[in-house]
């Protein structure tokens, strides 16, 4: 159905082009356009009154988008529902009183801490309170397994209205983590220390945290070497005295965000609290102790009484050596904090994406972009942001550094001492891509655009030449700045001379059509956003929750059904392939033509996936990082044919195998039992098994092998006439590899 047009929206352009024309000189070229701009304007007004259905109509929608925008809200709750149905309204409604519930427990907790005699009545409260989280839970739970696109589509539309709360952070699973702990430490009203690396979140957090449990924002005390006590706890001035004609001055008492806090009753955060001098430190020490209705001395201006709900959070990165310029806490502060710290750290990579996508959001919770960048520009991105955080906060990955190169012969890796990729980043290179796509008349595709923005930081000079050459390779070897050759970043030649780069950066023709599908630029609804799932997080838990809660062990995985269908469009297939196949198979007895056995098979490409997948992983087996991609590639072109094979053979399993796996390194890490494969020599890709000779295909691409799952070759009577017979006997034109045999036995092994 098509989107209607916003008649308040209109409305107001059309206000402002005429401001504009009015203010404009005639005959100049600024006022033409602008005549242009209001011509067309209103001849779209004029549309958009008949779309809805004449005059009266209009008018009805007119008042509605009205009151919506004089809201101020960031996100059309009223289109979201209608798109995604009356369920959307109702988890919005039960996940605010879930929070709802959750504050006032908190509140009340608070409450017996400073007010014993109230006990009693608290705790009657607490029981209600828990009872009735245990029912909100529970129909939020249920919301979850039963209808997961509803409660997906919720779940970005709250991260879209958290980047626009006070805090300006995204309520993530990880997010809530932290809340709770904070939340659970307030409790005591004692100070609370979070520490973590740069651009972990801290200050967002803990400003969210104060909105969120208290309804007040927190008073705020940017720490520096130069920050003074008059800073903290405010200073005497002087201003004129009211109704007093004759010039009278008065002195009066300004207050620092401290005092304000202790008088108003609400939290106060000490921001980058390690860059405060040690002395200052010492000198707030001394309120750490102090109760609710105590007197607290203010520096210079006598005392203020401490009002309930006062609360103190302190932010820092710790001394380090990659912050040698923060103090170290003197020890009277440091046992303060010993048990009321909390560690920040980076957000995980799927939550990364998420937050990307509701940074990328528009109002009606649809995203205006490819289906390429939305399923492997990003997820990528957001690989490639959490090698660069695991570099910066100690040293790269094993993997990666063997990947790159970067380890030497005595193991060693290297780490970054100063670039990271964070949230903020993120922030900066999405609001630019905004602006890139409303000012340029032809934008470049964002895998174009992206390779130059992170240019931008590789070629800044603040940081080291080893920063930023490490940096570069971690990002090549996740498939970034191919458009951008070494001189374009200011380095050494040979920066990408290692395998993973130089495969993605050998053939200049393949990426064509990576710049051609990033170009492909369509409008995804909100329903589709919810079907994502490049991490398969959502994928697992949905079936993890299935068979917990449903005993459905065969349930069809919607998110990554939806996955499917999204690599379909990218790969420009008019046929969209299901994930699952389910065939009817009959055994006839080619003598008697009887049937004789029937089976109702079920192939579902993403559990297999994930199955292999997480075996590969385990078994320590390097694949490809488009690994899975390649994988539904093969499943999406082969379909047909796949189906086929089931119905007339009764497969009933699959193997899948990554490509170019030396055959040495196949037989060590599939290796089972006692040893089974010890046998098979790693000086020739020739092994006798069970006296059978069998010879490795030197397979060079990854494939789907479709087999009969059973134990014994006798278990079923279409395998049990092949016994002791030669694949070139019965007529089979593809046999099984020896790479492949020891994957399957190796999977088999594990789970029976």
């Given amino acids: 159905m098509e989107k209607l047009p916003n008649l308040y929206n209109l409305k107001e352009e059309k206000e402002n082009l005429e401001a504009i024309i009015t203010d404009t000189k005639e005959g100049g070229i600024s006022r033409e356009i602008a005549e242009k701009a209001l011509k067309e304007n209103e001849t779209e007004i004029e549309g958009s009154i008949a779309k809805h259905g004449g005059l009266s109509n209009a008018k009805e929608h007119f008042k509605k988008e009205k009151a919506r925008a004089e809201r101020g809200s960031i996100i059309d709750e009223e289109i979201i529902e209608k798109e995604i149905g009356p369920t959307f309204k109702k988890l919005n409604n039960l996940e605010e009183k879930r929070d709802d519930l959750r504050d006032f427990e908190i509140q009340i907790l608070r409450s017996l801490q400073s007010d014993p005699y109230a006990r009693k009545s608290n705790e009657r409260l607490l029981k209600t309170i828990q009872k009735d989280k245990i029912k909100v839970e529970s129909e939020i739970g249920d919301i979850e397994k039963k209808e997961p696109r509803a409660y997906r589509a919720g779940e970005l539309v709250s991260y879209k209205k958290g980047l626009h709360k006070e805090g300006h952070i995204a309520p993530t699973p990880k997010v809530r983590e932290y809340l709770d702990e904070?939340?659970?430490?307030?409790?005591?009203?004692?100070?609370?220390?979070?520490?973590?690396?740069?651009?972990?979140?801290?200050?967002?957090?803990?400003?969210?945290?104060?909105?969120?449990?208290?309804?007040?924002?927190?008073?705020?005390?940017?720490?520096?070497?130069?920050?003074?006590?008059?800073?903290?706890?405010?200073?005497?001035?002087?201003?004129?005295?009211e109704n007093n004609t004759s010039g009278a001055i008065q002195t009066v008492d300004i207050l620092g965000p401290l005092s304000r806090a202790i008088e108003q009753g609400c939290i106060v955060i000490f921001d980058e609290f390690s860059a405060l001098p040690k002395e200052l430190m010492v000198s707030i020490k001394g309120i750490f102790g102090k109760k609710v209705g105590e007197s607290v001395p203010i520096e210079g201006n006598g005392s203020i009484k401490m009002a309930e709900g006062f609360q103190m959070i302190f932010t820092a990165n710790l001394k380090s050596d990659k912050n040698p310029e923060r103090q170290e806490l003197p020890p009277?502060?440091?046992?303060?904090?010993?048990?009321?710290?909390?560690?920040?750290?980076?957000?995980?990579?799927?939550?990364?994406?998420?937050?990307?996508?509701a940074r990328l959001m528009n109002s009606d919770g649809?995203?205006?972009?490819?289906?390429?960048?939305?399923?492997?520009?990003?997820?990528?991105?957001?690989?490639?942001?959490?090698?660069?955080?695991?570099?910066?906060?100690?040293?790269?990955?094993?993997?990666?550094?063997?990947?790159?190169?970067?380890?030497?012969?005595?193991?060693?890796?290297?780490?970054?001492?100063?670039?990271?990729?964070?949230?903020?980043?993120?922030?900066?290179?999405?609001?630019?891509?905004?602006?890139?796509?409303?000012?340029?008349?032809?934008?470049?595709c964002f895998v174009e655009f992206l390779d130059e923005r992170l240019a931008t930081g590789i070629t800044f000079k603040e940081y080291s030449e080893a920063d930023r050459i490490l940096a570069a390779k971690i990002l090549a070897s996740k498939g970034f700045l191919r458009t951008l050759t070494p001189e374009d970043l200011s380095l050494p030649k040979n920066v990408f001379d290692f395998d993973a780069a130089k495969k993605q950066r050998a053939n200049i023709e393949a990426l064509a059509p990576v710049i051609k599908d990033s170009s492909k630029e369509v409008h995804i609804s909100?329903?589709?956003?919810?079907?994502?799932?490049?991490?398969?997080?959502?994928?697992?838990?949905?079936?993890?929750?299935?068979?917990?809660?449903?005993?459905?062990?065969?349930?069809?995985?919607?998110?990554?059904?939806?996955?499917?269908?999204?690599?379909?469009?990218?790969?420009?297939?008019?046929?969209?392939?299901?994930?699952?196949?389910?065939?009817?198979?009959?055994?006839?007895?080619?003598?008697?033509?009887?049937?004789?056995?029937?089976?109702?098979?079920?192939?579902?490409?993403?559990k297999i996936l994930f199955r292999y997948s997480d075996f590969y992983k385990e078994k320590g087996i390097d694949m490809p990082d488009d690994f899975e991609e390649q994988i539904r590639e093969i499943w999406e072109r082969n379909y047909d044919e796949i189906q086929k094979a089931v119905e007339e053979n009764g497969f009933d399993d699959m193997i899948i195998a990554p490509a170019n796996i030396p055959l040495t390194e196949i037989s060590e890490k599939m290796k089972v039992g006692n040893g089974y494969y010890d046998h098979i020599k790693s000086s020739t890709t020739v092994a006798n098994l069970n006296g059978i000779p069998l010879v490795s295909t030197s397979v060079d691409k990854p494939r789907i092998i479709l087999v009969h799952k059973v134990k014994e070759i006798d278990e079923i009577p279409e395998l049990a006439q092949t016994k002791g017979k030669k694949a070139q006997d019965l007529k089979v034109d593809e046999s099984l590899s020896l790479d492949d045999y020891l994957y399957y036995q190796g999977i088999y092994f594990k789970e029976t």
């Avoid at 980043?425 to 032809?442: F, G, H, N, P, R």
């Fill in 366 to 444: 649809s995203i205006d972009m490819s289906w390429y960048d939305m399923n492997t520009t990003l997820p990528k991105l957001c690989e490639a942001m959490e090698e660069i955080q695991i570099a910066y906060t100690d040293k790269e990955s094993e993997d990666l550094a063997r990947q790159t190169g970067t380890m030497n012969a005595s193991g060693k890796r290297q780490g970054l001492k100063k670039f990271v990729m964070t949230q903020g980043t993120v922030e900066a290179i999405l609001e630019d891509w905004k602006l890139e796509k409303q000012i340029e008349s032809k934008p470049k």
């Fill in 182 to 241: 904070i939340g659970r430490r307030m409790i005591t009203g004692k100070p609370m220390f979070l520490h973590g690396p740069t651009g972990t979140g801290k200050t967002s957090l803990a400003r969210f945290a104060a909105k969120h449990f208290t309804g007040k924002d927190a008073q705020m005390v940017y720490c520096n070497p130069q920050t003074r006590i008059s800073h903290i706890w405010g200073k005497t001035g002087i201003k004129p005295v």
């Fill in 526 to 606: 909100i329903k589709d956003l919810a079907d994502l799932d490049p991490f398969n997080m959502r994928g697992k838990h949905i079936k993890d929750l299935a068979n917990q809660f449903l005993n459905q062990e065969k349930s069809k995985d919607t998110f990554s059904s939806g996955m499917m269908k999204k690599m379909s469009k990218i790969l420009g297939k008019e046929k969209v392939a299901d994930s699952v196949i389910s065939a009817e198979y009959i055994y006839k007895n080619p003598q008697s033509g009887k049937a004789e056995r029937q089976e109702n098979i079920e192939l579902d490409i993403e």
């Fill in 332 to 357: 009277e502060i440091t046992r303060e904090f010993e048990q009321n710290n909390l560690e920040v750290t980076y957000t995980p990579k799927e939550e990364a994406y998420d937050i990307m996508l």
